[in-house]
């Protein structure tokens, strides 16, 4: 993503799943995936958010699920600025300019945050409960977003722990961590299966795979956090 503090220039988010035959595990099954996929953003200087790509669920927030090879204005956002978004395996995530969140595409995890289970949502809808948010995050089928504050909510489905709410069902609607609660949060991330964040004293989280720990109390404040 790249902009500077005043506009945006070009934000061009992607994700690809490799053309080569391989097997993943994913929420507890065996997938072989063969196909590439691929699913863009762009972010134009006049704030007009166009996707291209696989269409599959309605992700690309265009009413339809066919999938398109070339960039198409989202014209359900149009006369909505949005600041940036966060893509998941099946989701998608936006975050406006007046610090509130929409999603789309499949939300059979909860991953839509809307409050049920949902098949599909072909063109973006409010997220409810969510206001003052600065940072969204999307993982594979589990999505998070934090505050001005410093809250950090999740919802989604809640496999191995991922959303840190010491529960592992699906979550439809944002809920705080409340873990992190006493903690304020500067910074966060999703990983496909796994869940991650930086307080503002520099401690680092991680919680996933049989865990909600503590891992690291880092020395040093870290200014950002990726995953690959």
Known sequence: MCWNSHVFHVVIAFET????????????????????H??????????????????????????TEESLHVPYLITALQQIPIMSVALGKR???????ENMVLSCGNGQFGQLGLGSIEDARLTPVLIQGLHSITQIAAGDYHSMALNKD???????????GKLGVSYDGNVSSPRIISTLTSSSVQSMACGAHH?????????????SLFCLSLLATCSRIIESISFL
């Open 195 to 207: 869940s991650a964040c930086i307080t503002v004293a520099g401690d680092v989280w991680t919680w």
């Open 17 to 36: 799943l490799s053309s080569e035959q391989v097997e993943e595990e994913s929420e507890g099954h065996v997938l072989r995936t063969e196909k590439v």
């Open 38 to 63: 691929i699913r863009n953003t762009m972010l134009l200087q006049d704030s007009a958010l166009l996707t291209w790509g696989d269409g599959k669920d309605g992700k690309l927030g265009h009413h």
């Open 150 to 160: 410093g809250l950090l909510h999740s919802w989604g489905s809640g496999s191995w």
């Open 91 to 97: 989701h998608s995530l936006f975050l406006t300019e």
